[in-house]
């Protein structure tokens, strides 16, 4: 993959993303490069499903159900939640 700014275009659209299907205001979120994803996986627009976070090399773990619940990925020993941040707060 090649960094700089195609790195920035990346983020950039995940961050519209988030803005216009989860309810953020312009501005208002942010995105990180956490994983290159090969070429040769391909991808639909929106969340990563279990399977495709696991042939990254992810961890996967789905928190409480109650308010949606929430899902847990770890990469490289760094735990990274989405979803109903609540429950996971609730679980600890």
């Not at 960094?3 to 953020?24: H, W, Y």
């Amino acid at each position: 993959m090649k960094t700089g700014l195609l790195s920035q275009r990346v983020q950039k659209k995940a961050c519209r993303f988030f803005e216009n299907e989860e309810g953020f205001l312009g501005g208002d979120a942010s995105a990180l490069l956490i994983k290159a994803i090969p070429e040769t996986l391909t991808l639909e627009p929106g969340w990563s499903g279990e399977q495709t976070l696991q042939q990254l090399g992810g961890k996967v773990r789905l928190c409480g159900l109650r308010n949606g619940g929430c899902r847990s990925v770890e990469f490289d020993g760094v735990v990274y939640i989405e979803g109903g941040l609540e429950e996971r707060i609730l679980e600890l």
